[in-house]
């Protein structure tokens, strides 16, 4: 007989007339190759198919399994449970978030923020086709390749406190997408941005905790990503004061 | 307006003793604390300097205050503070700035080494300035 380890699920039917999230434990087989992801994958087959849960790909791209595991956010396909064991391991929907149901959190207001912080290649004159695409040294690739990696799988803002207490903050990810463009060679866009990120609810609502950075499961360091933004802000409104001609 | 969809969310709240429950986030809550301590050596400093304007019987006042036990005990947490502070807004600096010499990147660790050694220079250019 297989051993056995224990998880302990948030479960949340509003259909049901659940108020809040109530834990269920299942017990499932604990094999060495199994991450949190088939343990709820074999809950939701064997034991319980009313489970509710979101993932794809299985190998740490897609960014979709993100939840709370013993209260830290991971990618439940990248955690895996012989790690865990003996358990019982706490699994719950994704800090900071609004529950929809079980393990799946709204998302809404991350892709509202995204958008505003306009993550995609602004230029004042667009170069004609016939020109051929925007050359790029591999120098200039390494400036901004770190902030690329980002899969907006949630966990940096589910470990902000900052955002959990404050949800107007832009946060780490979107943050990170917007100085990612900034630093790419063939963007004219850093200004534009800066209208959203040199808000107060932009880079200067973060305190830098740096849990974002230490939760990310692509070493994308948010948590450096807003500093550096900042310091662009406080270089732009240095300048800007001292030569109010040139911020025209 | 929001959907009926959305009134059946559960919206999940930050308990006020988050801070407490990770080992970061207390260390975090620690060094926004040390600010306070900061902020009461530079009173102290301006206190010394107005001593000091004021001439020898009100240094020699300051002094004694300082010599105060509870003021030594006080200050001895606000020198812990500080460095606390001191070290972790130094640590931030190689993630906050990209430094380039000739276009090339200096190692994180490079401007690291720079920032403790200028925070070295200022200390022992202090120090000859008090003690020498």
Same mark, same amino acid.
């Given at each position: 007989?297989?051993?056995?380890?224990?998880?302990?699920?948030?479960?949340?039917?509003?259909?049901?007339?659940?108020?809040?999230?109530?834990?269920?434990?299942?017990?499932?087989? %604990?094999?060495?190759?199994?991450a949190?992801?088939?343990?709820?994958?074999?809950?939701?087959?064997?034991?319980?198919?009313?489970?509710?849960?979101?993932?794809s790909?299985? /190998?740490?791209?897609?960014?979709?399994?993100? /939840?709370?595991?013993?209260?830290?956010?991971?990618?439940?396909?990248?955690?895996?449970?012989?790690?865990?064991?003996?358990?019982?391991?706490?699994i719950?929907?994704l800090?900071?978030?609004p529950?929809i149901?079980?393990?799946?959190?709204d998302?809404t207001?991350f892709?509202?923020k995204?958008?505003?912080?306009?993550?995609w290649l602004?230029?004042?004159?667009?170069?004609p086709?016939?020109?051929?695409?925007?050359?790029?040294?591999?120098?200039? %690739?390494?400036?901004?390749?770190?902030f690329?990696?980002?899969?907006?799988?949630m966990?940096?803002?589910?470990?902000?406190?900052?955002?959990g207490?404050?949800?107007?903050?832009?946060?780490?990810?979107?943050i990170?997408?917007?100085?990612?463009y900034?630093?790419?060679?063939?963007?004219?866009?850093?200004?534009?941005?800066?209208? $959203? %990120?040199?808000?107060p609810?932009?880079?200067?609502?973060?305190t830098?905790?740096?849990?974002?950075?230490?939760?990310?499961?692509?070493?994308?360091?948010?948590a450096?990503?807003?500093?550096?933004?900042?310091?662009?802000?406080?270089?732009?409104?240095?300048?800007?004061? %001292?030569?109010? &001609?040139?911020?025209? | /307006?929001?959907?009926?969809?959305?009134?059946?969310?559960?919206?999940?709240?930050?308990p006020?003793? &988050? &801070?407490?429950?990770?080992?970061?986030?207390?260390?975090?809550?620690?060094?926004e604390?040390?600010?306070?301590?900061?902020?009461?050596?530079?009173?102290?400093?301006?206190?010394?300097?107005?001593?000091?304007a004021?001439?020898?019987?009100?240094?020699?006042d300051?002094?004694d205050? /300082?010599?105060?036990?509870?003021?030594i005990?006080?200050?001895g947490?606000?020198l812990?503070?500080?460095?606390?502070?001191?070290?972790t807004?130094?640590?931030?600096?190689?993630?906050?700035?990209?430094?380039? $010499?000739?276009?090339?990147?200096?190692?994180?660790?490079?401007?690291?080494?720079?920032?403790?050694?200028?925070?070295?220079?200022v200390?022992?250019?202090?120090? &000859?300035l008090?003690?020498?």
């Open positions: 007989m297989l051993e056995q380890i224990m998880l302990r699920v948030a479960r949340y039917r509003p259909d049901e007339e659940d108020t809040e999230p109530a834990y269920a434990d299942y017990d499932v087989p %604990l094999r060495p190759d199994w949190v992801l088939d343990g709820l994958n074999y809950i939701k087959d064997e034991l319980d198919g009313t489970l509710s849960y979101r993932w790909c299985r /190998m740490g791209i897609c960014g979709s399994c993100g /939840m709370m595991v013993n209260g830290d956010p991971k990618l439940t396909c990248a955690t895996f449970l012989s790690d865990l064991a003996p358990g019982p391991v706490r719950g929907p800090a900071n978030f529950v149901r079980d393990l799946v959190v998302l207001d892709m509202h995204l958008g505003r912080v306009k993550p602004i230029r004042e004159e667009e170069q086709v016939e020109e051929g695409e925007y050359l790029q040294t591999p120098a200039q %690739l390494d400036d901004f390749k770190q690329s990696m980002c899969i907006n799988c966990l940096c803002y589910a470990a902000c406190p900052v955002y207490l404050d949800s107007d903050f832009v946060g780490p990810a979107a990170a997408l917007a100085q990612r900034n630093l790419d060679s063939r963007d004219e866009g850093d200004r534009t941005r800066l209208t $959203i %990120l040199a808000q609810e932009g880079v200067w609502d973060c830098f905790v740096g849990e974002c950075s230490a939760a990310c499961p692509k070493g994308v360091d948010p450096g990503a807003i500093q550096q933004a900042k310091l662009a802000a406080a270089q732009e409104a240095v300048k800007s004061l %001292l030569l109010p &001609w040139r911020s025209q | /307006m929001i959907s009926p969809l959305e009134a059946r969310y559960y919206r999940q709240r930050v006020l003793l &988050w &801070w407490a429950r990770r080992r970061s986030y207390a260390v975090f809550m620690l060094r604390l040390s600010s306070l301590f900061v902020a009461l050596f530079v009173v102290e400093l301006l206190l010394l300097v107005r001593a000091v004021d001439g020898a019987p009100a240094y020699q300051f002094l205050a /300082m010599a105060n036990p509870a003021v005990v006080v200050n947490v606000a812990a503070f500080v460095l606390l502070h001191a070290v807004f130094a640590n931030l600096t190689p993630r906050a700035m990209v430094v380039r $010499i000739r276009g090339r990147r200096v190692p994180p660790r490079a401007v690291l080494a720079g920032v403790y050694l200028g925070w070295l220079l200390t022992a250019f202090l120090a &000859w008090v003690v020498g």
